[in-house]
């Protein structure tokens, strides 16, 4: 495989994550992030996990997280009522960092 | 050791700050608890990067004979890109790789180079526990005194929040307020495998050489810059934004750095590879003034990242060796205090000591000097424009060389005054 521009979801798959099925680390309140004007989380989430459904309410994966917290830092609106690392041994899991 | 006290020492956190400092405390006969949320050490870590040798042989002169490091740096570049043109200066200096380890610099992966540290540490003693996420501290009288992991209280003498940028430990103390968005970036990383072989000759690199490239120019205008570090057998290509300008842009990180992947100057260094891992960071952009006001509270002190201890320069960024001293510094200060409420002024005396508090407070010119709007899409822009002019031959008589710099100045949407000011804000700040 070559080099080319590849999509989000893509480069999320050569990752190693173990997913917390039991517990979202991550959790939105879907009436303040519908109100929500700005929206930041669409543009700097660098795993591009937040995304609007066709009803333009925001959707949100938190299985690809790559717990860098820049959606924390951004959520001027504080749509993101909860914000936790993933539960000991859960989540991303690099190999080369 | 008090009665009730399991630990002297319990470190949240198995990165270069909290590791060195447990490899100390340990070897000096400490009880050190070392307690690490990813499933090994550095597997929540990411790097650019590279790390200086000189920590490392202030921590134990014997462990720089087998360093986990990728390549040794020799070569020092700069690159600026606009469009498809690029700039690129290559300073070599083949000494580096030799001779004297304390001022050398290696090219590391955080989840070999984490995991080499933690086993150094626990060579020494220290109990280094994976997979354990703490949840809070304990707290009596004002006073930390243990940590809280799930069902589980553990008690100690001294608490180290070596937990990172992103350090819940340190907010959870009232010691930093949430992160205040304007103090850091957002980094962004691909590891790209590629033969050894291919990487020396595309770098120029001598078998155990590796280069360190800042790239300039390639944020579309948003503050920022992209880094490149040559591994054994692997790139390390990423960029880092600030990502409140990323909103103000209304662009996605993730698309800015596929381009970048794609530059003609930049592909034909990746290309054939395969990528093998995308990691993303926040990082400290501010400098001195983004270290909280106050680094410990009684039986907690702050280390590495939790402190904010980074220094972007513009042409190099530090901060894994800024992990190491203040490790450092604190086993210095609880080896050396046996007032247990005396550990922090003393932990504030050695980080001066060491030379960490001095060198910060010199990095405040350099954050505004990087605050400078121009410096990421109009100098780049200059630069390649002036290339542009000095280099075409098309057999027109040629303009003087004044001519064509204030031509290329026009073009890129600068003005001289603008430069002057900026040029005297440039010299006044470093």
Redo the contacts between chains.
């Keep these: 495989?070559?080099?080319?521009?590849?999509e989000?979801a893509e480069?999320?798959s050569?990752?190693k994550f173990?997913i917390d099925e039991e517990q979202a680390h991550i959790v939105l309140d879907k009436e303040i992030c519908s109100r929500c004007q700005?929206k930041?989380c669409?543009?700097?989430?660098?795993?591009?996990l937040y995304r609007l459904d066709k009803n333009g309410d925001i959707s949100f994966d938190y299985a690809g997280c790559?717990?860098?917290?820049?959606c924390?830092?951004?959520c001027i609106n504080r749509g993101i009522i909860k914000w936790?690392?993933?539960?000991?041994?859960f989540?991303?899991?690099?190999?080369?960092? | 050791m008090g009665e009730e006290n399991q630990f002297d020492a319990i470190v949240v956190g198995a990165g270069p700050a909290g590791l060195a400092c447990s490899y100390l405390l340990a070897k000096a006969g400490k009880a050190v608890l070392v307690i690490e949320r990813g499933d090994a050490p550095g597997a929540k870590n990411v790097t650019g990067g590279r790390i200086y040798s000189y920590a490392l042989n202030l921590l134990d002169k014997d462990l720089v004979d087998d360093v986990a490091w990728e390549r040794k740096v020799s070569h020092e570049e700069i690159m600026i890109i606009n469009g498809k043109r690029s700039i690129t200066m290559d300073y070599h200096d083949p000494s580096l790789t030799e001779g004297d380890e304390s001022t050398q610099s290696y090219t590391i992966l955080r989840a070999v180079f984490d995991q080499w540290m933690a086993d150094k540490a626990e060579e020494m003693g220290a109990m280094v526990v994976c997979g354990i996420r703490v949840d809070d501290m304990i707290q009596r009288e004002g006073k930390v005194v243990g940590v809280i992991a799930g069902e589980d209280e553990m008690y100690a003498e001294i608490v180290i929040a070596a937990d990172g940028v992103n350090s819940l430990m340190a907010q959870k103390a009232g010691l930093i307020p949430d992160i205040k968005k304007e103090t850091v970036g957002v980094g962004v990383k691909e590891v790209i495998d590629l033969p050894a072989k291919t990487i020396e000759e595309r770098f120029k690199l001598s078998q155990n050489e590796g280069s360190a490239r800042m790239i300039l120019g390639c944020t579309q205008g948003i503050h920022g810059g992209g880094f490149l570090y040559t591994n054994r057998e692997s790139i390390s290509l990423g960029c880092v934004f600030m990502p409140q300008e990323i909103v103000q842009h209304g662009i996605q990180i993730h698309d800015i750095f596929q381009e970048l992947k794609m530059h003609p100057a930049i592909y034909r260094l990746i290309q054939d590879g395969e990528t093998v891992e995308y990691s993303a960071h926040l990082v400290s952009e501010a400098g001195f003034q983004g270290m909280p006001a106050r680094l410990y509270k009684e039986g907690l002190l702050l280390v590495g990242d939790s402190a904010g201890l980074v220094i972007n320069t513009g042409y190099s960024i530090r901060g894994m060796d800024l992990a190491l001293l203040s490790g450092i510094a604190a086993a210095r200060a609880i080896l050396g205090e046996t007032d247990l409420s005396q550990i922090g002024p003393a932990y504030l005396a050695e980080l001066e000591k060491i030379c960490l508090l001095p060198t910060m407070r010199l990095s405040v010119g350099y954050n505004q000097l990087l605050e400078i709007p121009r410096i990421y899409s109009n100098y780049p822009q200059l630069a390649i424009g002036v290339m542009q002019r000095l280099y075409q031959v098309d057999g027109q008589i040629p303009q003087n060389f004044k001519k064509q710099v204030m031509e290329a100045i026009n073009e890129s949407g600068l003005t001289v005054w603008q430069m002057l000011k900026d040029g005297l804000k440039g010299v006044r700040s470093i």
């Design positions: 495989m070559s080099i080319r521009i590849m989000a480069l999320l050569l990752n173990n700005d930041p669409l543009l700097v989430c660098p795993a591009a790559l717990e860098c917290g820049t924390r830092v951004m936790e690392y993933p539960r000991g041994t989540g991303i899991s690099y190999r080369y960092g």
